[in-house]
């Protein structure tokens, strides 16, 4: 079960890369087509914009889905093999992370209509399961008896993959929005107010669940450290994590921040997840650094 774990997410590593292609052309994929037109002045060659075929449009999601199946048959093998959930190492971590993301991108496609978002929200994916591929090792090992037996830490670590997964799909909005700009720059796009939506409604989404995880894992650390709180580096920039995008809700709607100032917030946003996964768990030594995650 281990090494089927391990060729799952190798081969949702695959589908995600082809789901990115697909997604990407059917977005640049546009070509002209040249015409002649006869007019009082003579022959004119009349250029017409041409749409990539829907095909490459209905390939991404299917990849897309392939990919978010493969992941968690691979999380559900990982279970079986390890017998218990997958949070005890950075490349667990990784692939769960990359299959939030593929669920929360194809569930905001379908609310929406729109498969630009998977030009960005795949290569993400794709990104993530090749890091976890090359860098973090894939065996199973014995858990710390702090990790043992505990349910709350399962939903405390299952929330904050699910609160990065949502607010991965707000990143990829900002960037598009700042792409397609005010005005609507490119009709392969969606329209930038429906961008705008987009990140603002998976920011709702991920917002409540990242406090949840944090607050899971300060019940957690209660019971296994004997203190809620101790200003770990991985809680403290969970915290400021959560504070940012706190900060983004109050000012979209209070102060009215819309538009490009507002998916300028929500890609920075983005960087303090990154750090928080990324900076943290690899570069500064803490109490969250015993299990790699």
Request: charged content about 10%; proline content about 4%; overall charge positive.
């Amino acid at each position: 079960m281990e090494q089927l774990s391990v060729d799952l997410a190798i081969a949702g590593l695959i589908t995600s890369g082809l789901a990115s292609i697909a997604y990407v052309v059917n977005i640049v994929g546009a070509r002209v087509a040249y015409g002649s037109a006869q007019t009082s002045a003579g022959t004119m060659t009349i250029a017409t914009p041409l749409r990539a075929p829907r095909a490459w449009g209905t390939a991404g999601t299917f990849f897309a889905s392939a990919t978010a199946l493969l992941l968690l048959c691979s999380l559900i093998a990982r279970t079986i093999a390890a017998g218990h959930p997958p949070y005890t190492n950075m490349w667990e971590f990784t692939v769960a992370f990359a299959f939030g993301i593929s669920v929360f991108h194809l569930g905001f496609e379908r609310r929406y209509g729109q498969r630009s978002l998977g030009s960005l929200a795949m290569p993400l994916v794709f990104g993530l399961l090749l890091v976890a591929a090359l860098f973090f090792p894939s065996r199973v090992t014995p858990l710390i008896p702090a990790l043992q037996a505990n349910r709350i830490l399962a939903f405390h670590v299952g929330m904050m993959i699910a609160s990065y997964s949502a607010l991965s799909v707000s990143f990829g909005a900002g960037v598009l929005y700042l792409v397609q700009g005010g005005k609507r720059r490119f009709k392969s796009l969606p329209r930038a107010s429906q961008l705008e939506e987009i990140g603002y409604r998976s920011v709702l989404v991920g917002f409540p669940l990242l406090a949840f995880g944090v607050a899971l894992g300060a019940w957690w650390a209660n019971d296994a450290w004997g203190r809620p709180w101790g200003w770990d580096p991985k809680e403290t920039a969970a915290l400021v994590t959560w504070l940012f995008y706190a900060g983004y809700l109050h000012m979209r709607g209070l102060k009215e921040w819309k538009g490009k100032r507002s998916a300028i917030l929500l890609c920075a946003g983005y960087g303090a997840v990154l750090f928080t996964y990324f900076g943290v768990n690899l570069w500064i030594s803490g109490l969250h650094s015993y299990a790699g995650v």
